[in-house]
């Protein structure tokens, strides 16, 4: 009987977070951008892109941007505040002598490390290891409890979703926090 009522709350879990973003809206896919991330907040997403000099090298100085897709403010587009870089910025790090790899890590949820690096087609692209298998990352979704301002003050998990590399399936997991 344990066993039985486990095994549904294991499935209504698993069901959540196969849907937990059915309702967010998708940013248009362009050649520059890495990932998006949303947030149970509301559906204003953060769109990360490869900033890319004239010479179609990355910016070794800043080679990620980030900006807000404000969905639920007619859809414009604006630049993050100093505090929600500093909750959602990435620490970016050069992983190779020429500059063209970067690892990327946030303060909140380090345990999500993320590679940029030019995929076979010649872009950049966002790669991180999800179950065990090179994803090429598409989104992230956290799970935050926010004070009345919006801004997170606790982080329950964050869902990373891709495709991977290797099965050239979907791939998601849930890390919980």
């Given amino acids: 009987m344990k066993y039985h009522l486990l095994t549904g709350i294991l499935l209504i879990i698993n069901l959540h977070v196969t849907h937990a ?18 947030r149970s907040f509301n559906k204003n997403t953060i769109i990360f ?11 070794s100085e800043r080679p990620v941007k980030m900006y807000w897709i404000r969905y639920e ?6 630049e993050l505040s100093f505090i929600q870089r500093k909750i959602f910025g990435l620490k970016c790090t050069s992983i190779d002598e020429t500059k063209s790899s970067f690892l990327l890590v946030n303060s909140r949820f380090s345990r999500l490390e993320i590679i940029v690096k030019k995929s ?4 950049y692209r966002a790669y991180s290891e999800i179950n065990n298998q ?3 990352l598409e989104s992230v979704f ?17 869902e990373v979703s891709g495709i991977s590399t290797e099965s050239g399936k979907k791939n998601t997991e849930r890390i919980i926090l």
């Avoid at 799970?143 to 301002?149: F, H, S, V, Y």
């Fill in 134 to 136: 090179l994803t090429e």
């Fill in 142 to 158: 956290i799970k935050a409890t926010n004070n009345p301002l919006g801004i997170p003050i606790s982080f329950e998990y964050i």
């Fill in 49 to 59: 892109e490869s900033d890319i000099l004239s010479d179609n090298k990355l910016n």
């Fill in 73 to 78: 403010e007619d859809g414009r587009i604006a």
């Fill in 21 to 38: 973003q059915t309702y967010y809206p998708l940013p248009p896919k362009t050649d520059k951008m890495l990932f998006y991330l949303q």
């Fill in 120 to 123: 076979i087609t010649g872009n």
